[in-house]
T-cell receptor, first 116, second 112 residues
Framework: QKEVEQDPGPLSVPEGAIVSLNCTYS??????FMWYRQYSRKGPELLMYTYSSGNKEDGRFTAQVDKSSKYISLFIRDSQPSDSATYLC????????????????FGQGTILTVHP | DSGVTQTPKHLITATGQRVTLRCSPRSGDLSVYWYQQSLDQGLQFLIQ???????AKGNILERFSAQQFPDLHSELNLSSLELGDSALYFC???????????FGPGTRLTVL
């Protein structure tokens, strides 16, 4: 079983819809949770990160972390065709010094298409 | 544009060969990370360097090695290449916080 599970989709929604992307994980040592967006033939682009449980909002994007359920979500409001991309969740734990490990563990990515 | 540069963009080579991928981190970033992205395995962490020293290692094959030079650029060396090594190889860099990693455009390696 993979440490991070993410539904690969594909997910197709109409413009303006609310999109919900999710990941589950098994490693309770994960403390940092990231969402990356990757356009075709490009490198992943960091969208947001959160530390431990809670919510974080940035414009149309909201990230939620529920550590008790080992479940994280990314919501995209008022989705646009330009949001069409692969969305990757990523996670990292803490080292003995209390800072994050450099190693990010990624989900498989969800392919999102927003059609006009 | 993340500020991380990678060369070459594409590389086509034969099995058994050796290649070198190059990465220049964002200005001021001391950490460099290498990842491999394939269809079946997804994005996998290979190795991290911080200011010239190896800091963390993932499931990197013994045929693969990396180093970070005094000017902070990094190279990933892949030897005795196999068909299964065909993938996208990404370099990322970070400043202080290792959480916020910025990825380069990647090198697409095709082994024939």
């Amino acid at each position: 079983q993979k440490e991070v599970e993410q539904d690969p989709g594909p997910l197709s929604v109409p413009e303006g819809a609310i999109v919900s992307l999710n990941c589950t994980y098994s490693n309770s040592a994960f403390q940092y949770f990231m969402w990356y967006r990757q356009y075709s033939r490009k490198g992943p682009e960091l969208l947001m990160y959160t530390y431990s449980s809670g919510n974080k909002e940035d414009g149309r994007f909201t990230a939620q972390v529920d550590k008790s359920s080992k479940y994280i979500s990314l919501f995209i409001r008022d989705s646009q065709p330009s949001d069409s991309a692969t969305y990757l969740c990523a996670m990292s734990g803490l080292n003995a010094g209390g800072t994050s490990y450099g190693k990010l563990t990624f989900g498989q990515g969800t392919i999102l298409t927003v059609h006009p | 544009d993340s500020g991380v540069t990678q060369t070459p963009k594409h590389l086509i080579t034969a099995t058994g060969q050796r290649v070198t991928l190059r990465c220049s981190p964002r200005s001021g970033d001391l950490s460099v990370y290498w990842y491999q992205q394939s269809l079946d395995q997804g994005l996998q962490f290979l190795i991290q360097y911080y200011n010239g020293e190896e800091r963390a290692k993932g499931n990197i094959l013994e045929r693969f090695s990396a180093q970070q030079f005094p000017d902070l650029h990094s190279e990933l060396n892949l030897s005795s290449l196999e068909l299964g090594d065909s993938a996208l190889y990404f370099c990322a860099s970070s400043e202080g916080s290792q959480v916020t990693q910025y990825f380069g455009p990647g090198t697409r390696l095709t082994v024939l």
